[in-house]
């Protein structure tokens, strides 16, 4: 309490106390992980007993009471301009982490297209549009079914013999 410039008044304080439990509650969190009761007896000089209310506070319900506590104290003030702070900076963190994965998935989607670039231009050097298209489609099918079951596929990528005739052996049959 006389941390947070509340003295040793215990009823202006159980305020505040009261105020960050409503928000512990209503942000679905469990009041007793966080405010556990502690409260003790004090035997009184007649006879009687005092109970004397008491907590167990968890780091979230320090930060909850220093967020509802009374901003025209220092101490208070102080507190809820540093939450303001870390949270602005984490908001800081964590945009800039989205643009750099945005920016290493442009990065790679670029590098994936020069690479199919270059591998068009060298596929199209001395062959004619014809062979060109057939090997594209063959590679592109063999990368396609790679670590699969090409038995289904063999044939379409296989020219046999009876489909050999003279200089256009490169035609593939149609389907």
């Not at 670029?110 to 060109?132: N, V």
């Not at 005739?165 to 149609?174: C, E, I, T, V």
Request: include cysteine.
């Amino acid at each position: 309490m006389p941390k947070l410039g509340y003295g040793k008044k215990w009823q202006n304080f159980e305020g505040v106390i009261k105020k960050a439990m409503v928000a512990c509650t209503e942000t679905g969190n469990i009041i007793e992980l966080h405010f556990t009761d502690a409260s003790k007896s004090s035997p009184m000089p007649h006879g009687g007993v005092r109970e004397i209310k008491n907590y167990y506070l968890s780091r979230l319900a320090c930060y909850l009471i220093a967020m509802n506590g009374n901003p025209r104290k220092i101490e208070i003030a102080a507190a809820q301009n540093y939450f303001a702070i870390t949270t602005r900076t984490h908001e800081i963190h964590q945009l800039r982490m989205e643009q750099e994965q945005r920016l290493e998935t442009r990065l790679k989607v670029s590098e994936s297209f020069k690479l199919l670039a270059e591998t068009a231009t060298s596929l199209r050097a001395g062959l004619s549009e014809e062979q060109d298209l057939h090997t594209l489609a063959c590679s592109s099918c063999a990368r396609h079914w790679k670590n699969q079951n090409l038995a289904g596929v063999k044939p379409l990528l296989v020219t046999t013999s009876k489909q050999t005739r003279g200089p256009a052996s490169h035609k593939r049959p149609r389907l």
